[in-house]
């Protein structure tokens, strides 16, 4: 059985950095895409950022602030978060789907239950 687990969430002041991390468990995720998402209060989920065998993906809102990384040797990614804005704070959730990162979160059947990230002003 698949299972993610994410970590690194945080209160942080704007201009700060966070780490986030995604363990994941239950099969060799070696050929499979991990994406982070991310849903802020009374708004949508949406793609951040994802990685597979190729170029990393992220979105526009994010891109030049964030870097996604995995280890899969220890079936774990990351997100390093810097330069955060208060437009920002959101539960960030791990997702997977096997074979290339996809901005369509339909695609991604597997979740992990989120972390909290809070940027203040």
């Known amino acids: 059985q698949v299972q993610l687990v994410e970590s690194g969430g945080g209160l942080v002041q704007a201009g700060g950095s966070l780490r986030l991390a995604c363990a994941a468990s239950g099969r060799s995720f070696s050929d499979y895409a991990m994406a982070w998402l991310r849903q802020a209060p009374g708004k949508e989920r949406e793609f951040v950022a994802g990685i597979s065998l190729v170029q990393p993906l992220y979105a526009d809102s994010v891109k030049g602030r964030v870097t996604i990384s995995r280890d899969n040797a220890k079936n774990t990614m990351y997100l390093q978060m810097n330069s955060l804005k208060p437009e920002d704070t959101a539960v960030y959730y791990c997702?997977?789907?096997?074979?290339?990162?996809?901005?369509?979160?339909?695609?991604?059947?597997?979740w992990g239950q989120g972390t909290q990230v809070t940027v203040s002003s």
């Open positions: 997702a997977v789907r096997f074979g290339r990162v996809t901005t369509l979160l339909y695609e991604y059947p597997y």
